[in-house]
């Protein structure tokens, strides 16, 4: 069995060479940091995941959470582990330090955060919900609600839930019923019931804070009549320890496909008297605040992509290297050589390479510009919230299909448990359907970040202007042009594919949604291949320079790869979006 070994140097590279990690760290609030402080930063965190959260990933499937009368018990280790991430700071680190955090970037916070999901991502998802509860605090509650409950969940020492779906209301968050009734004092009695509420009970944290939507008496329907309340596990007195035990219960958690070790639990609140919360922000506003925390989840679900592809890479990779089987294609010798020297293997290791190392470009240049945005750059927050839906939907796909490489690189063993190489696929296929699923964020794309912008279409057109230019810089150098080349083709299928959807969005609106999802995929693809072929020209100026650092030679290896086996798929997804709609509806109903 393969061990997690994070990839500092891959990470590095992006972070310093793509990313710009030296201007993020010059960024005002940012003063703290340094790419010398980033390096500590990194190493002492793929020790942690290689030495603490590797070892009981598979204890975490294979044993799972256990619930006995509303008390949950964590797989083996996990509540070991989780007080050490605490203690050890892991938890503060991308929060301000008007709360106890570290305050470092959030392109730093990416990388690390990494290195949690590769070697146990069923772990890693406490934290990240935790994270985004804080922020829907941080921005959106009283200074009295910040105070009282962010010091501790910064801490790690309690941690948060994000409590939408409801049995009957799963994306159609309109159809939400749970209620909360104002007693008087400044607190509400909440009751209904949530389910696949991640993390919504454990034996880690001393205290969980659930974040709840509900509506009012009086509140307006759908989506505009919703509100949203902290509701603790343990009522917080006012000297900040903790009181009794609210009206909430966990009923029961969910025996799932893969991430056994993350409790994902269903909540009932309010059996009794009432579960006690308190209104953040304003009264029917809360779909708007819960967008804070599912925008910081969605980019962390995006992430969990090229986490768990990167780990299935690994494990692949050293089975490919440890399996002897047959004499490679065209090699007359007849000695039998592990499976790396079969060419159909190579394929698929390249694949998985190449790929992964795209989907983690582009997320840290997603976090990169979240920096900048913080920092008050316009600009910045446009492309922002231009590839969010890109970095979840795209990545996540991406790691649902190279984890089903990674069975395949093993064969007929992959699919027996014991090897682990099943785990990565069950794993990684809730990452497209939590958080939003990929049409969701594919109909956000077209919608809200397309045509419906305020200038329709200007976020997008600014990105292929830059990646336009970028692809004719490249094609003087030699070693680059066969990658301009296939860049410059996607470049054109995208802007295509964009400008039928602009054209087509409000007058055909269903042939515009069937093309969705597709269209975040070509722009994954080619934003994917545009930064990997950033990459390569970085790297062809090192190895112009004389340097002896193989890694280069591998990076631009693996973009000319993406190059000619990815970013032509762009124009098939092209033909698709501007081509294919009417097939999508040519069937009738009742001959499905």
């Known amino acids: 069995m393969s061990t997690y070994i994070a990839p500092i140097r891959d990470m590095q590279f992006i972070l310093n060479e793509v990313a710009g990690l030296e201007e993020v760290c010059a960024l005002p609030g940012n003063e703290e940091c340094s790419v010398e402080l980033v390096e500590s930063i990194l190493e002492e965190a793929a020790k942690f995941a290689t030495g603490v959260l590797d070892p009981i990933n598979r204890a975490g499937d294979s044993t799972g959470s256990v619930c006995k009368d509303g008390v949950v018990t964590t797989a083996p280790g996990f509540k070991e ?24 970037p959030a392109v730093v916070s990416m990388a690390v955060n990494e290195m949690w999901k590769s070697a146990n991502m069923a772990f890693g998802l406490c934290p990240m919900l935790t994270g985004g509860a804080i922020e829907a605090i941080a921005h959106h509650a009283s200074d009295e609600l910040k105070q009282k409950y962010l010091h501790k969940m910064v801490e790690g020492t309690w941690s ?20 909360a009734k104002a007693v008087g004092d400044g607190s509400y009695l909440v009751s209904g019931t949530k389910i696949f509420i991640t993390w919504g009970e454990n034996d880690c944290a001393e205290n969980i804070i659930h974040l709840v939507l509900a509506r009012l008496p009086d509140a307006p329907p759908g989506l505009k009549g919703i509100s949203l309340f902290i509701v603790p596990k343990f009522l917080v007195n006012d000297d900040g320890s903790l009181g009794a035990r609210n009206d909430l219960i966990c009923a029961s958690i969910e025996h799932k496909m893969g991430i056994h070790g993350s409790p994902t639990a269903v909540m009932s609140f309010g059996e009794n008297a009432g579960a006690i919360g308190y209104l953040v922000g304003d009264e029917n506003k809360g779909i708007g605040y819960m967008f804070t925390m599912m925008n910081h989840a969605r980019v962390n679900v995006g ?44 394929r698929m290791l390249m694949d998985m390479k190449s790929r992964t190392e795209a989907m983690r470009t582009l997320a840290y240049y997603a976090a990169a510009n979240i920096d900048r945005a913080h920092a008050g750059d316009a600009a910045a927050q446009a492309r922002v919230d231009l ?28 699919f027996i448990e014991e090897t682990g190489a099943c785990q990565y696929y069950r794993d990684s296929r809730i990452t497209t359907i939590y958080e939003g699923t990929t049409g969701i964020q594919a109909n956000d794309l077209i919608g809200r970040k397309l045509a419906r912008e305020k200038v329709p279409g200007a976020a997008m057109k600014t990105l292929i202007a830059e990646m336009t230019a970028d692809a004719e810089s490249f094609a003087g150098n030699a070693q680059l042009a066969g990658i301009a080349v296939n860049l410059k083709n996607g470049i054109n299928s995208l802007s295509t594919a964009a400008e039928w959807l602009l054209a087509n969005y409000d007058s055909k609106p269903q ?54 086996h990815q970013l032509p798929f762009a124009a098939a997804y092209s033909a698709e979006i501007t081509g294919g709609s009417e097939s999508v509806f040519a069937l009738p109903e009742n001959l499905f």
């Open 387 to 414: 590839l969010t839906p890109v970095v979840k939907g795209w990545s996540t796909e991406q790691g649902v299909e190279l984890t089903s490489t990674g069975v395949q690189v093993f064969g007929g063993v992959g």
């Open 160 to 179: 948060g839930t994000m409590n939408l779906t409801e049995p009957s209301a799963g994306s159609d968050l309109a159809a939400i019923c749970t209620k």
């Open 303 to 346: 992430l969990e992509g090229v986490g768990i592809a990167e780990r299935s890479y690994q494990h692949a990779l050293w089975y490919a290297r440890e399996r002897v089987q047959g004499a490679p294609i065209g090699d007359k010798s007849g000695i039998k050589k592990p499976i790396l020297h079969h060419p159909d293997v190579r």
């Open 511 to 564: 042939a515009a949604a069937a093309g969705s999802v597709p269209f975040l995929k070509l722009t994954g693809i080619v934003v994917g291949g545009w930064l990997m072929a950033k990459s390569a020209a970085i790297a062809v100026k090192h190895i112009a320079a004389g340097t002896t650092d193989d890694f280069y030679t591998a990076k631009l290896a693996t973009a000319t790869y993406f190059a000619a």
């Open 81 to 104: 582990a989780y007080k050490l991430f605490v203690e050890t700071g892991w938890n503060s680190m991308p929060f301000s330090p008007e709360f106890g955090g570290q305050g470092m």
